[in-house]
Nanobody, 122 residues
Framework: QVQLVESGGGLVQPGGSLNLSCAAS????????MAWYRQAPDNQRELVAQ?????????????AYADSVKGRFTISRDSAKNTVLLQMNRLKSEDTAVYYC??????????WGQGTRVTISS
């Protein structure tokens, strides 16, 4: 059973930045899909950023973003540290939510983190 632990959330002013981290309890090298979701109060959980593994070090991973965060957020992974990162810049009040890490292994098993709260407020 893989455990995912998010960190890096907090309170930041509009226009600021935060870096979220999702640490897996085992190697993510063979994980095929990694993503960050978020859920704001009274809203459904939504996909924010995704990373599809190329399966080889010779080719870059494929990333995609929700329109609302495109150009501001960047998802990446550090396989050596078993970590998926979400760099968030130019944060807006509407980015306030609990952010969840999600990973899917090559065998199809799915894992969620417990969430980290991000609050954007002046």
């Amino acid at each position: 059973q893989v455990q995912l632990v998010e960190s890096g959330g907090g309170l930041v002013q509009p226009g600021g930045s935060l870096n979220l981290s999702c640490a897996a309890s085992q190697s993510i090298f063979n994980f095929v899909f990694m993503a960050w979701y978020r859920q704001a109060p009274d809203n459904q959980r939504e996909l924010v950023a995704q990373l599809i593994s190329s399966g080889t070090l010779n080719y870059p991973d494929e990333t995609a973003y929700a329109d609302s965060v495109k150009g501001r957020f960047t998802i990446s992974r550090d396989s050596a540290k078993n970590t998926v990162l979400l760099q968030m810049n130019r944060l807006k009040s509407e980015d306030t939510a609990v952010y969840y890490c999600y990973m899917k292994s090559g065998a199809g098993r799915q894992y969620w983190g417990q969430g980290t709260r991000v609050t954007i407020s002046s």
